[in-house]
């Protein structure tokens, strides 16, 4: 498997659409990691493939010195916009969560929300996380579990249109087991966001526009794939919905890791 080519498909998978329009929704997961982390003013942090930069602000919001990277530069842009609008300090970087281009341990506090665990290269990215985290600092995580709303809908992605053979799921980062496998020992919880729409109709045509997984696999599909799949995600709307009066409250569980690197211990 070329994972450079892999990786250069995502990029330009997550470029479709506007990802900040799906991840804006969820800006109180970053807020509520960095929480967990007790990320203090005057740390340096770094978000690893941010997106629009939900967490990297919730960290320049406690006046830490903030850094966002992603391998899309137009959502870079985004996160520079919301933090000129708020005031905030925030620095960017285009950059690959698989060859982090920092030193060795440059940052008291690296994170991720829902995005380097999409990285082909699992074990190489779990190295570069640890490898910019100086010794003694903190490692924060929101990762999708296999297991209900989201973990359920990737599958769904991922049975009409099959990823290349060999790559592991994402979701390996939403479980203790695959999280002790790249990380090594990490103190998890399991933690729910909600997605909230006006109607079932709506999220289905939000996340075809915006969401570039699901853009891109409508985009290979023929006419009768787009219409199983069409279906599929209406029925996992449904099933999931919990709001009950014609709108969309879906409750979605993800795992929120924290870890502590040694001092004294290079990573592997």
Do not use: C, K
């Not at 995600?233 to 709108?247: I, N, S, W």
Request: no cysteine.
């Amino acid at each position: 498997m070329d994972l450079a080519d892999v990786t250069a498909r995502q990029q330009r998978m997550w470029a479709t659409g506007d990802f900040h329009r799906i991840g804006v929704a969820q800006v109180g997961v970053g807020e509520r990691l960095v929480r967990s982390l007790r990320v203090r003013a005057g740390e340096r942090v770094l978000d690893v493939a941010a997106g629009a930069g939900n967490t990297a602000l919730a960290a320049a919001r406690r006046f830490a010195s903030a850094v966002a990277t992603d391998f899309v530069p137009d959502l870079l842009d985004r996160a520079r916009i919301r933090a000129e609008a708020e005031g905030l300090t925030l620095e960017t970087a285009v950059a690959d969560a698989q060859d982090l281009p920092y030193e060795d341990g440059s940052f008291d506090v690296v994170v991720s929300t829902f995005g380097a665990m999409f990285a082909p290269d699992q074990e190489r990215t779990a190295s570069e996380l640890l490898r910019v985290l100086r010794p003694g600092g903190r490692l924060g995580m929101a990762n999708w579990t296999p297991t209900g709303f989201v973990g359920e809908m990737f599958a769904l992605g991922a049975a009409a249109v099959p990823p290349p053979p060999g790559l592991r799921p994402p979701t390996r980062w939403g479980t203790p087991e695959g999280l002790a496998e790249l990380l090594g020992p990490v103190t998890v919880r399991t933690q729910t966001t909600d997605f909230v729409y006006p109607s079932p109709e709506f999220m289905l045509e939000h996340f075809r526009s915006w969401f570039g997984p699901t853009a891109a696999a409508f985009a290979v599909l023929d006419e009768a794939g787009q219409q199983r799949y069409t279906a599929d995600l209406l029925a996992l709307y449904l099933r999931h919905d919990e709001a009950g009066d014609g709108t969309v409250l879906i409750p979605s569980p993800y795992l929120e890791v924290v870890l502590e690197r040694p001092t004294g211990i290079e990573p592997a």
